[in-house]
Each structure stands twice: as C-alpha cells, then as structure tokens.
C-alpha cells in the first residue's frame, strides 16, 4: 500500500501539473526541494504520475502545452458565419456551387474547407429522395381508403401484398417468386448457403421450404404487417400524400 503524500508535495506536484510541467520535470523539482530543505519524504515517479492522472479526471480539459497546437484555420468567424448561413438559406445548393459562388463564398474558400465548416456545425449532406408523383384524384383515392381500413387490426393477415422478384442461383434456370414485401433479401440469403447446384423445381422446393420455417422471416411478415395501422394514420394526416420515411 503506498504511503500517504503530504498536503505539501502533493500541493508542489499539482501545482507543476497546472503550469504544463511534465511528470520528469516535478520530479527534479521535488529532488531539489528535498536537497535544501533537508526533507525526508521520498517522493516516486509513480506517485507523482497517479496524481497527475488524478487530477486530469477530476479537471478534464486539454493541457496548456496542446492548446495551441496544430494547423491555423483559414477562416475567420465572420467567414464561417457567412458559409453556415448561405446554407441554411439555400439547403439543396450543392457544395461545388457554393465554391464557385462569389457572392455566397467571397473569400474563395475550397470544397473541403467548407466541407469542414458545414461539418464542425453539424450541417450534413442528404440527398433528396425521388418520389413518385402523384395526382390529385390519386391523393382523393389514397384518403378514402386510409379512411375505410383505419379500423382494421387481423384483417392485415388476410391480404398478400408481393413484391416480384427474379431469384438466380449460378447459371440454373430462373423461377418468378412473389414474396411478401421486403422478404425476399432472406431468401437470397438462404440461397447463399447452397453448396450445389439444383435445377428449377428442387430450388423452389428449396426455397418454399425456407420461406415457411425461417424465424427471421416470419418476425419480418410480424412486423410489416403490425406497422399498417400507423402508415394508414399517416396517411389521413398527409391527407394522401406519400409517406417518406
């Protein structure tokens, strides 16, 4: 068990922590100390080394001697205000534009430095999604019928809703399967696991099997068709307009 530190030494060895000291410089300092001070308090390197860890957990914050370190930024805050504003005001304008833009980037500041002011404000890069477009009177029919299933909670079960699909394994026969939406990819997967290669009807054979006693797949079919109620109320409130998830 290691000895207790006087409030002395302890205070001297925090004391060069806060001033950026290193643990090799507070230890010649205490050696001195010792020598015209005639103390006999021993003081190690792991001793001053647990206090320097102590004191970093209980003060986390970076150390004077990194402080200023690493390259300057090339902008000022009026720059980077200027760039973190000409995006919120235009969000879908792309960052090659932006660049080449005098009025919005005056300073003629690169593709990646203002890359990097978008990503120190936590501005990130989407891509819109394409939709379908809809008509008015498909909007009217997409409402009605959100209206008239509402109230639906088993009847889900009874409906097949497919997904056509072209499975392939190798350079056999293909055979259209119809799937239940977004289950398909499990069936790929178990073709996966074919180490041979089987014609037509045993590949199908194969796949109905899998189709019918996969757990992954049954808890896919579970839950698409627990998420219909709350689609169908997004639907009333889009007033039939798509749903972008």
Known sequence: MPRATSPFTRGIIISNKESGKTINECYNQLSLIKEKQKVSEVCSLDTIRRIYKSWDEQN??????????????KYDEQQESQIVNSVKKQPSQSLRKLEQNT???????????????????????????TIQRITEPQKQKRLQFARDVRRW??????????????????????????????????LKDEMNTLKEDLDEASLFKFLQNAFLNSKKIKLAINRMYQSFPEKISKVITLKGNQIID
């Open 153 to 186: 909670t088993n009847k889900w079960k009874s409906i097949l809703f497919t997904d056509e699909v072209i499975l392939k394994q190798g350079k056999i026969g293909s055979k259209f399967l119809c799937p239940i939406e977004r289950v398909w990819s499990y």
């Open 103 to 129: 009025d919005d980037n005056p300073s003629n500041l690169s593709y990646s430095t203002i890359r990097n002011i978008l990503k120190d404000n936590n501005l990130n890069a989407y891509r819109i999604p």
């Open 60 to 73: 986390p914050q970076i150390e004077p001697q990194y402080q200023n370190c690493g390259r300057k930024k």
